[in-house]
């Protein structure tokens, strides 16, 4: 008897229908239609969007609590602007994060997938880039408090510079060196 793969098949079959491999065409990707690569992206689009909606969320929540803290009254007129900006880039970044949703809500058997993805797609990258700013804001109020202004700019640009490189030059390189997007 022949050796079989993980899956059970034998080894050297052919792969199963709807398996990625080479399409008709010759080039290398999934064999599949165009409304099954716009359900695959927006599946994926939503499970994206899942991980950042609970992560600011939770984040939000917290910044929400700080005003009924005692030591917050004892922030100065810097840091309270800081605050104040910073809840309302979490807020505006979770809407971000759920306009997809609402807007399936209402396209909804309205066959405007295509759009609907683009929209996420867009909506996804703008909440990623406030959220990097978002963060850094963050490091500036705490650090500020912490140790003092002149280390807490240095520390926020410092966040803001490294998370532009891992969520945006970093793809950014590998996309460009992937070749165009389908």
Do not use: C, K
Request: glycine residues 10%.
């Amino acid at each position: 008897m022949g050796r079989a793969d993980s899956g059970g098949r034998p080894t050297g079959a052919v792969p199963a229908e709807g398996a990625p491999g080479p399409a008709p065409s010759g080039r290398v990707g999934r064999d599949e239609t165009e409304e099954e690569r716009l359900d695959r992206n927006w599946v994926e689009l939503l499970q994206e969007m899942r991980v950042m909606q609970v992560g600011v969320q939770i984040f939000t929540g917290f910044l929400l609590t700080l005003p009924f803290q005692p030591r917050f009254r004892n922030l100065d007129t810097f840091d309270v602007v800081v605050y104040l900006a910073i809840v309302a880039m979490s807020v505006l970044s979770m809407g971000l994060f759920v306009a997809p949703v609402s807007m399936h809500r209402i396209v909804f058997r309205r066959h405007r997938r295509p759009e609907l993805v683009a929209f996420g797609d867009r909506t996804a990258r703008l909440g990623i880039g406030l959220l990097a700013v978002l963060f850094s804001g963050a490091v500036l109020l705490v650090t500020d408090i912490v140790v003092g202004r002149v280390f807490a700019v240095i520390a926020a640009l410092v966040i803001l510079g490294a998370l532009t490189t891992l969520w945006f030059l970093i793809p950014h390189m590998v996309a460009r060196r992937s070749g165009p997007a389908d």
